[in-house]
């Protein structure tokens, strides 16, 4: 009963020099994500861990937020995107239109005050052999909580392991995570369907089972960040930044179902 479905999806799989662009794998991908939130008529103090500082003012759907060090901004005004990932941590994103081809992203938790901030901004010009997505990361605390527990930083925990990522009925992606610098993934189903690649990540560990996990694509102009609930949910909240098919910069939401598949231990020589 099976084996027609099988070829058919066979027989959609792209050749291997027909990669899909940005916008065309990510329509949809947001199908399984958790709901969004509004924070409207609260303030986000931040102290990063470079001595800057970061603030959010939100109103229903627009934010007014300041930045010093290398985000430094002056009351600037840009939609937000927050997700109450448990109920003690948030996910918000700030996809800037008051700057084009940038967005900042923090993951915090009340409960510990503590939190991470990522950059995401694409270069001028694709140079080849790297990624034209850059990221920059960034632990903070926040203002008004005494912080508890570890600093966040990056993490070697996720090394070695296998999962699937069910992002939409046609959406299904496997992830192996190699080393500290890389990751490998397959499309099992959707557009990309036979396609995959290992590309460069950063895992950073915010709390007891929830990671920070970025990639940046070499083959597609293209970063994402997502904060893993690797707990009890197994529940993934992320977003993407890009050139889709048009030239243009777009911002895209992000999320689904974790099932892990296992996880590799070595037992001598360790990856980077």
Request: charged share 25%; proline share 4%; with cysteine.
């Amino acid at each position: 009963m099976t084996e027609p479905q099988i070829a058919d999806s066979r027989d959609e799989r792209r050749g291997v020099d027909e990669w899909a662009t940005y916008d065309e794998f990510a329509a949809g991908i947001d199908t399984y994500r958790l709901p969004g939130v509004s924070l409207e008529g609260r303030r986000l103090a931040l102290t990063l861990d470079d001595g800057s500082s970061f603030t959010v003012d939100f109103g229903a759907e627009r934010a007014s937020w300041s930045a010093s060090g290398s985000i430094a901004a002056d009351g600037a005004d840009d939609p937000y995107d927050a997700v109450q990932v448990r109920s003690d941590v948030f996910f918000l994103n700030l996809p800037l239109e008051s700057r084009d081809r940038e967005a900042v992203t923090v993951v915090w938790s009340e409960r510990t005050g503590r939190a991470i901030v990522a950059h995401s901004h694409i270069d001028a010009e694709r140079v080849e052999g790297e990624p034209q997505v850059k990221q920059d990361f960034f632990a903070a605390e926040v203002d008004g909580i005494d912080a508890t527990g570890e600093t966040p930083a990056e993490s070697r925990d996720l090394i070695g392991m296998r999962n699937l990522y069910r992002y939409s009925p046609e959406h299904l992606y496997e992830h192996v995570y190699m080393s500290t610098e890389r990751y490998a993934w397959q499309n099992l189903q959707g557009v990309q369907r036979g396609h995959g690649d290992m590309d460069l990540s950063t895992v950073w560990k915010l709390d007891d089972g929830l990671y920070l996990f970025c990639f940046r694509e070499f083959r597609i102009s293209v970063a994402s960040v997502w904060l893993h609930d690797l707990g009890y949910n197994l529940m993934t909240t992320g977003i993407f930044l890009g050139i889709n098919g048009s030239g243009e910069s777009e911002h895209s939401r992000a999320g689904g179902h974790i099932y892990p598949l296992g996880t590799v231990k070595y037992p001598d020589m360790q990856p980077v």
